[in-house]
């Protein structure tokens, strides 16, 4: 085992009297610390009507907190080379921040205030509207933008969380009031709240500044539970192209329901997605598409399993003429998986990446947070990352093509396309 | 805080700088080369970038897809990426397996295949690559914007090329810009992470010691003229806002002036992170900028920028126009940022804001080993490896007055490009 990984398994996991988890890492190599965690409060809580309120609510928590404005919030921790911030998510809202080690103190009083005693000041909500509404426009004009929200729109059924965007609309982020913020930061709630702590610090000193900050937020009923609608599964192949004027080029988005991050298909799932389209240069998809067919300079697969089954998708960035082609193309690659699953020399070469690439995420603060963040949300243990090389190697390619054939289809699937209009010539 | 970077010449001519770093049993090998589209001539846009592909589609010894596959099995990330001045490449691998970095790249220096029928597939998808930047409003200001600012020097292109460039450049043209820079005595290899250099240097004498020298490179012999008066461009396209950006020509880095202007491009906007791949701290909510355009509704997001460069390049001023006000306003607001500086220059608590911010900045920089051989060879390419060392001071010895005076001399209007985007009216709202 790498050093990295005992330092993982030996992390401190300390659980306040409000509820809230920490998990400190010492890593003494840069005079840094990072901070990163999440509260379990989402777009998954947010109302089609409210779609966007979950993302205003996070990103307000900074325009005001405890004593501070947002100015001083800003102007004290940027004159010490520290950063803190937060925004919302579709299952987490998430908070960080970076200082110089001596600084941690300063970084963490402030996120808890942020957290606990966000002051939503009316004049800054209008500020932060004004921000969003002017990104929202820029996105809504992103083709990348247009094909995900239909992706979503045909995938799930309208009273699904999974169905929207977590950036909402122009319309239901116009008809936001500061009173649906007030409401909507009621469920945050430290039970439902881990924070990571990464750096040249000490456990014990650590906890102890905890104590007064995240620690002393009180708790005010129950941590929210969550309760997404049933999921029908897709019975034909649904498409729709979304016309935009004034775009070069087209994106094309492939997609099927995929799976929990608990579920036990998990393992082989996420490496038949390897090898069907991130490997190397986007896997066989990139393989295909990119590097045989020259038609894009992006093409790859994703599988966003998390507390809920996510999209399993595809993507490409196309030129119009080539969008029928880069389908077919997508769809090929999916059958030929579906029908043959993988190539021993792909199972291992997948299984070898996996376990050969960890000590390259854990290097950094940020790289081993996430990593703890990620063991606390699904509940894989400390010594997830000592287990993890045993666990990958134990996925056999019976096990990948059988997940393939599960959830990957070339008859129930979404396809969604937007960019420049057909044209008729 | 950090060890220092040592520096080892092989005969062929390739420098080698090396940094022990213990902290993490990771290695990253880069290879950079002193070529970049300042380096095109005309008709021939685009082709640095191009090449950098190609390194990526095979030689005889490592068919195409091998590579890719060798570094995934063996747990490592890799890429390459072409910008201005230079081109790099690099494999960052657990530090057992960095003698695979030190293969693929002595072999793809000189070994690279440029297969007819890659050339060809590879053209489309760097076509496919422009016309994904053309769906964005920005790439057109910022492309008439360059062109304007450069008359003679290549910063007049971008980095992409021109999409009739890259239907026309041929097999052969590509082949012969490769061996023209791809040489070890135009390269430098950097090597930071857990490793015994004198161990890992006999490594590298293995692997690159017997590549031939080059003969010399063509110079870029073009020198942008002092402006005589201030340039304006609007862009009318379908887009979501009215943007606009200023563009003022700057020295290098090499210049005595260097420094201060980087102090105040950092009192508008906060010292950023020193990597493109992230993960500094966001300095700039509290910076001069941020408040008067987008604490003021102005604007959505306004910023300016000053990088290194190996000639003279741009000092800049961007920013987002929010609904309900234009750009005329927005640049009137940004101008008078400019003028309060020339006229009341920076007060000594920014100046010791951004010397703190830069502290910090390197910290976070020095956590991973891939971000400080970034810092380490791209100073190199544009100067010396030891300004990663000297740049603390260098920006310490700043003052408010030499603030004020490059914004004097150079944040002038005859020196500057005015580009604004308007939306037209005919965008489908995708609904």
Redesign the interface.
């Known amino acids: 085992m790498a050093p990295e990984s005992r330092g993982i398994a030996g992390a401190t996991r300390y659980v306040a009297a409000n509820g809230l988890v920490a998990l400190i890492q010492r890593n003494p190599s840069a005079p840094t610390v990072s901070v990163r965690g999440e509260v379990q409060v989402g777009a998954v809580h947010e109302t089609a009507s409210q779609n966007g309120l979950a993302a205003f609510t996070g990103a307000a928590l900074i325009r005001g907190a405890g004593e501070r404005t947002f100015q001083q919030i800003v102007a004290e921790t940027e004159e010490r080379g520290c950063s803190v911030n937060a925004g919302g998510g579709l299952h987490t809202t998430g908070f960080a921040g970076k200082a110089l080690v001596e600084d941690l103190p300063l970084i963490l009083a402030i996120l808890a205030d942020m957290l606990a005693r966000p002051t939503f000041p009316p004049h800054e909500v209008e500020k932060l509207r004004g921000q969003f509404l002017t990104a929202l426009r820029e996105s809504e004009q992103e083709t990348s933008t247009q094909a995900w929200r239909a992706a979503r729109a045909l995938l799930y059924p309208s009273e699904h969380p999974y169905s929207r965007l977590t950036s909402g609309t122009i319309e239901t982020v116009q008809a936001l009031m500061r009173e649906d913020l007030l409401r909507f930061h009621q469920l945050y709630h430290p039970a439902a709240t881990t924070v990571a702590i990464v750096g040249d610090v000490e456990p014990e000193a650590v906890i102890a500044t905890l104590e007064s900050s995240l620690g002393a937020w009180p708790p005010v009923g129950p941590p929210p539970g969550l309760d997404l609608p049933p999921v029908p599964p897709l019975n034909a192949a649904l498409r729709r192209d979304v016309p935009m004027s004034g775009k070069i080029q087209s994106d094309v988005v492939w997609a099927v329901h995929g799976l929990r991050r608990t579920d036990p298909d998990y393992y082989p799932a996420m490496m038949a997605n390897m090898i069907l389209g991130r490997l190397g240069i986007g896997g066989r998809l990139g393989e295909n598409v990119r590097e045989e067919q020259g038609m894009a300079y992006y093409c790859y697969s994703n599988l966003d399993a998390d507390v809920g089954a996510g999209p399993w998708s595809a993507v490409a960035g196309v030129n119009p003429a080539n969008v029928e082609r880069a389908i077919e193309a997508l769809l090929h690659e999916v059958a030929r998986f579906v029908a043959e699953g993988p190539t021993e020399q792909e199972v291992s070469d997948a299984r070898d990446y996996l376990t050969g690439s960890l000590v390259l995420s854990l290097e950094t603060n940020d790289g081993i947070a996430a990593a703890l963040l990620a063991i606390e949300r699904f509940g894989l243990g400390l010594d997830f990352i000592e287990r993890y090389p045993a666990i990958i190697g134990a996925v056999s390619g019976d096990q990948i093509a059988n997940a393939a054939r599960r959830y990957l289809s070339t008859e129930r699937y979404v396809l969604a396309v937007a960019g420049p209009p057909a044209e008729n010539s | ?1 950090s060890t220092p970077v040592q520096a080892h010449t092989l005969s062929n001519g390739l420098l080698v700088l090396t940094r022990e770093v213990h ?4 290695t990253t090998s880069w290879i950079w080369y002193r070529v970049g589209s300042r380096n095109e001539p005309s008709g021939e846009t685009g082709i640095s970038h191009w090449v950098e592909h190609m390194l ?1 589609k095979g030689t005889p010894s490592m068919p ?2 091998e590579l ?2 060798l570094i ?6 890799f890429n390459g990426f072409t910008w201005i001045d230079y081109t790099a490449y690099y494999e ?3 530090a057992d ?1 960095i003698e695979l970095g030190l293969r693929i790249e002595s072999d793809r220096m000189v070994n690279s295949l440029f297969d007819p029928a890659e050339v ?10 422009l ?2 930047y ?3 409003p920005e790439t057109w200001l910022d492309e008439a914007v360059k062109a304007m600012a450069f008359t003679v020097h290549p910063y007049h292109h971008p980095v992409i090329g021109y999409k009739s460039d890259l239907l026309a450049i041929t097999r052969d043209e590509l082949y012969a810009y490769y061996h023209t820079f791809y040489t070890p005595n135009n390269a430098v290899l950097v090597l930071v992470g857990d490793f015994a250099t004198d161990t890992l240097l006999q490594q590298v004498e293995q692997y690159f010691g017997p590549l031939p020298r080059g003969p010399a490179l063509p110079a870029v012999r073009a020198v942008e003229p002092e402006p005589q008066g201030e340039r304006r461009v609007t862009i009318r ?5 009215q943007y606009v950006q200023i563009a003022y020509l700057a020295p290098d880095c090499r210049s005595p002036d260097f420094a201060p202007l980087a102090v105040l491009d950092a009192v508008l906007s ?2 950023r992170s020193l990597s493109f791949m992230g ?9 001069r900028i941020y408040k008067a355009l ?2 003021t ?1 102005l604007a ?2 306004a910023w300016s920028t000053y990088a290194p460069t190996r000639d003279p390049f741009l000092f800049e001023l961007s920013a ?1 126009v ?2 309900g006000r234009d750009a005329a306003t927005v640049e009137a607001a940004l101008l008078t940022e400019i003028e309060k500086i020339q006229q009341d220059g920076v007060s000594p ?1 920014e100046l010791a ?1 951004v010397l ?6 390197i ?2 920089n ?4 891939t971000d400080q051989a970034l810092q380490i060879g791209m100073w190199e390419m544009l100067d010396s490896y030891r300004r990663v060392e000297t740049l603390p001071q260098e920006l310490a010895a700043v003052t408010a007055e030499d603030v004020r005076r490059v914004a004097q001399t150079y944040l002038t209007e005859r020196r500057r490009v005015v580009g604004h985007f308007i939306p ?1 009216e ?5 609904a």
């Open positions: 805080m902290s993490a049993p990771v990526f195409r897809g890719d596959r995934a099995r063996n747990g490592g990330v960052t691998l657990p397996r060809e597939s590879e053209r489309t998808v760097i076509i496919s690559e016309e994904g053309a769906n964005y396209r379908p887009g979501p806002a906060g010292a993960g500094g701290a966001q300095t700039n909510r509290s910076a987008v604490e509704e959505a997001a987002t929010r609904e608590e804001r703190k911010q830069v502290r910090a900045q910290a976070y020095n956590e991973s080993v037209t005919e965008q489908d709202d995708g």
